[in-house]
């Protein structure tokens, strides 16, 4: 007699054979080195707009409409948007399958955890599409992307639109607030393969994920709050984006060296995302 729990255990087997296939981990790879370039580029516009020296604050959007004007860009974007593409692929396979064995369990951190894989899968996703438009000329960049604002515009139009944006503001508040949190636990250092690493990078890597991940958590908050904002006021264009979050700091008092601190912890980031790439446990 074939026990009851049989067949969801054969189907759990065989995500597990799907998810350690040697492509997902190379795709995998390929998508965090991808996504620390594009941090890399926000990060570095905005520290030259914010010690003068040229650049300008943008979103990762905009960051790929900079890469694609440089010599050979569309080259680089191509990679980028392959790697770009290849992330979205390992989120996903993070979401359906969990290669990192965290749990057979969906309990409720578990279904937020994977909700937050799904709703990443979304985000790059949108930012690789956007990647193709600029190699491609469907395009002129980021003006022609939907912007944090245009969302917000439609939703506020929709019934109960003002509770389901500042419900929105609310989560990704939540999201910033776990982003500290995890920041100053500093529990990320367990994906690594430490024991490939020396004691120099296992210390500039729990010092660069703990800033890099604290500055977007950060942004994230900061993104919640004016969400919040606009849904109270019923203005969209109270709404901010990554970009409109560090246009909003540059032009505060001492926006200089809130910009220039925001910019080095995305720069932190990326090296944390690039070290990812490198050492990162894809199957457990």
């Known amino acids: 007699m074939t026990p009851h729990n049989s067949q969801p255990q054969n189907l759990h087997q065989q995500a597990q054979r799907v998810a350690a296939h040697p492509w997902v981990e190379k795709l995998a790879r390929f998508g965090y080195a991808a996504k620390g370039t594009v941090y890399f580029v926000v990060g570095l516009l905005a520290a030259q707009t914010a010690i003068g020296s040229g650049g300008e604050t943008t979103s990762t959007s905009g960051a790929l409409e900079e890469i694609v004007a440089q010599p050979f860009g569309k080259v680089l974007l191509g990679l980028i948007a ?72 439609r939703f506020l139009s929709q019934p109960f639109g003002q509770w389901l944006v500042g419900l929105a503001g609310g989560l990704t508040v939540m999201v910033g607030l776990y982003h500290l949190y995890y920041a100053y636990q500093a529990k990320f250092m367990q994906k690594f ?35 919040i904002l606009a849904a109270w006021q019923s203005k969209a264009s109270q709404a901010r984006g990554f970009g409109g979050i560090l246009a909003t700091l540059e032009h505060q008092t001492f926006g200089s060296w809130l910009l220039g601190f925001m910019a080095l912890g995305l720069i932190a980031y990326s090296i944390y995302a690039l070290v990812e790439a490198r050492y990162r446990h894809i199957i457990n």
Not at 104 to 112: C, Q, T
Not at 202 to 215: N, V, Y
């Open 82 to 153: 392959i790697g770009l593409m290849g992330y979205v692929f390992w989120r996903l396979v993070q979401t359906i399958f969990d290669p990192e064995h965290q749990g057979e369990k969906l309990s409720p951190k578990r279904v937020a955890q994977r909700l937050g894989y799904a709703a990443s899968a979304i985000s790059y996703g949108s930012l690789a599409l956007t990647a193709i438009g600029l190699i491609f000329s469907f395009g002129e960049g980021e003006g022609n992307s939907i912007t944090t604002e245009d969302w917000t515009a």
């Open 193 to 227: 393969k430490q024991h490939q690493m020396s004691p120099t990078e296992r210390k500039w890597t729990k010092r660069a994920g703990q800033f890099g991940i604290a500055a977007r958590g950060f942004m994230f908050g900061l993104i919640g709050i004016f969400l």
